[in-house]
């Protein structure tokens, strides 16, 4: 695989119209492809449903308590109710089990990514069969928040270039902030306040993406069609 090709992912993690507008603004006016993993349903899906190189996947929570429901059947409902389209899942917190599969392939779910493994330079996706169904699992090997917690961050194109495999998970919200740690995150949700980093972070590791793609130095795919090359 050509290792200036990149699949670009975004959790959406309940982030509000405000912050999911400000990402798209970045997104759209540069025909960005990416898939996004959603959490809740919001007018903007409209608009991302506009564009063809944009995909819808779900991101269900399957944690106790659980906005989408009391038992994974019906989280798995929940979310195809508001994205009946989507053929990605990515579960937030990475729940799994083979159940979850097996239930998200009679819905008809085709990818899933809820596997992390970080900086791994070369991934390999394999399938999930069971019962004649079968899935494609997919690890991706970056993540904003991820980030958060090393001793030497990468929110730089050049700090992943050597990954042969790149797909990279991203959050709304830490776009919004320019996240590099968590505080302003939680700042954020304690009390609205912006406190945006100036330094490297999520949104500026975004933009330099942005830029290298809109010189042609780079390809970026949404995660269904980068499963089709990788």
């Given amino acids: 695989m050509n290792s200036d090709n990149l699949s670009l992912t975004f959790d959406l993690d309940w982030c509000n119209d405000e912050v999911l507008s400000y990402l798209l603004d970045k997104l759209i006016p540069n025909s960005v492809p990416a898939t996004f993993f959603i959490t809740h349903d919001t007018r903007l899906l409209h608009t991302i449903r506009k564009y063809d190189f944009f995909e819808l996947g779900i991101h269900p929570n399957f944690n ?33 089990s083979s159940n979850i599969l097996i239930y998200m392939m009679e819905r008809g779910i085709k990818i ?37 917690y090393q001793l030497n961050k990468k929110y730089s194109l050049q700090s992943i270039r050597n990954m042969t495999h790149k797909i ?46 809109s010189n042609k130095k780079i390809n970026i795919y949404n995660l269904k069609s980068y499963m089709e090359i990788m």
């Fill in 168 to 213: 990279l998970d991203f959050h709304p919200i830490h776009i919004f902030l320019n996240s590099s740690t968590n505080e302003s995150y939680i700042e954020y949700k304690k009390t609205g306040n912006i406190l945006k980093n100036s330094l490297l972070g999520s949104e500026s590791m975004l933009e330099d993406i942005i830029e290298a793609y």
């Fill in 64 to 96: 106790n308590g659980s906005s989408h429901g009391d038992n994974y059947k019906d989280v798995i409902d929940y979310c195809l109710n508001i994205v009946p389209e989507a053929i990605s899942s990515r579960s937030h917190g990475l729940s799994i």
């Fill in 112 to 148: 899933d990514s809820s596997i992390l493994m970080p900086n791994i330079n070369q991934m390999i996706k394999f399938n999930f069969e069971i019962n004649g169904l079968k899935l494609i699992r997919c690890p991706y090997n970056w993540e904003d928040d991820y980030e958060f």
